[in-house]
């Protein structure tokens, strides 16, 4: 696998397109397949290898491929791996027993993960939507969401402090100001706002208190291991169930993997009863 560096990429004043035929841009006739673009000592780079390496880059790599520039250097770090693969081999690296045991562990993945693309991935079929439909209405539980509040809230170490705070919201004073300027809470930054929040995310005192009130109520002095509160409701959420169309691709994703463990435990079921499998697990409560 090769990475390219940031600063190879660091073009500026253009935004490239994808590009979906790399290498014949020029107006002349366009270079065969098997044209050899690099040679390494005894052994070559062809436009087809050159591009299916340029191909495993990352989209956003991969998007820029179109300057010639970037063309170039990725030419050049693939010619270097090769140069440097070729010189492992020439001081029989691959024959060192921990390199050959990485290379049969990669090996095993490799066929691992070509087994399973050609017997479980292939067979999976996405589900429709009545499927998508039905699941929703026999689950509808996982797609509850909890009442929510959105509040700000002041916060001060001494009850005094609270009091004299409670007292000038009473006279009407903003209550996003007051928490600028007297909350010790890191919300205050932004006027106490602290987003909306389920009961569980607070401590009991302050959720008591806020999921009791109504949008636009302001508490009294709350407190709680952290000091005292003055809480205003600014929103509402009831209990709701999410909308198919939030969670349509949420469902469709689990069915989907469903279906995937349902094939691969049929799959390892049918080989279990061709290729016998014999555990010795008392050897390991010896050791």
Same mark, same amino acid.
């Given at each position: 696998m090769f990475f390219l560096t940031a600063g190879k990429f660091k073009i500026f004043g253009a935004i490239f397109l994808l590009v979906l035929v790399l290498l014949n841009s020029s107006p002349t006739q366009a270079a065969p397949e098997d044209a050899v673009i690099a040679e390494i000592g005894g052994e070559t780079i062809t436009l087809k290898e050159f591009r299916e390496e340029l191909a495993k880059l990352p989209p956003n790599l991969r998007q820029m491929a179109g300057d010639s520039r970037v063309q170039k250097d990725f030419l050049e770090q693939l $010619?270097?791996?090769?140069? !440097?693969?070729?010189?492992?081999?020439?001081?029989?690296?691959?024959?060192?027993?921990?390199?050959?045991?990485q290379i049969?562990?990669?090996?095993?993945?490799?066929?691992l993960g070509a087994l399973l693309q050609k017997e479980i991935e292939a067979r999976i079929v996405a589900p429709d939507e009545p499927q998508i439909s039905q699941y929703y209405s026999d689950h509808g539980e996982e797609f509850q969401q909890e009442k929510q509040v959105q509040a700000r809230h002041i916060l001060v170490k001494e009850e005094?402090?609270?009091l004299e705070v409670a007292e000038q919201l009473k006279q009407g004073k903003d209550f996003a100001e007051l928490a600028q300027a007297r909350s010790s809470c890191s919300s205050a $930054?932004?006027?106490?706002? !602290?987003g909306f929040f389920t009961r569980e995310r607070m401590a009991k005192e302050f959720a008591d208190a806020a999921f009791a009130m109504q949008e636009g109520e302001i508490?009294?002095?709350?407190?709680t291991s952290f000091g005292y509160h003055l809480i205003k409701v600014e929103k509402i959420k009831e209990k709701s169930t999410r909308p198919l169309n939030e969670v349509r691709t949420a469902i469709?994703?689990?069915l989907i993997q469903e279906s995937k463990n349902n094939i691969f435990n049929e799959y390892v079921d049918?080989?279990?009863k061709k290729i016998k499998i014999t555990l010795h697990p008392e050897i390991l409560e010896q050791h």
């Open positions: $010619a270097t791996s090769r140069m !440097l693969y070729q010189e492992g081999l020439k001081q029989g690296l691959d024959k060192v027993k921990t390199v050959q045991a049969e562990e990669a090996r095993r993945k490799i066929v005094k402090e609270a $930054a932004n006027g106490g706002d !602290l508490s009294p002095p709350i407190k469709e994703n689990k049918t080989l279990k």
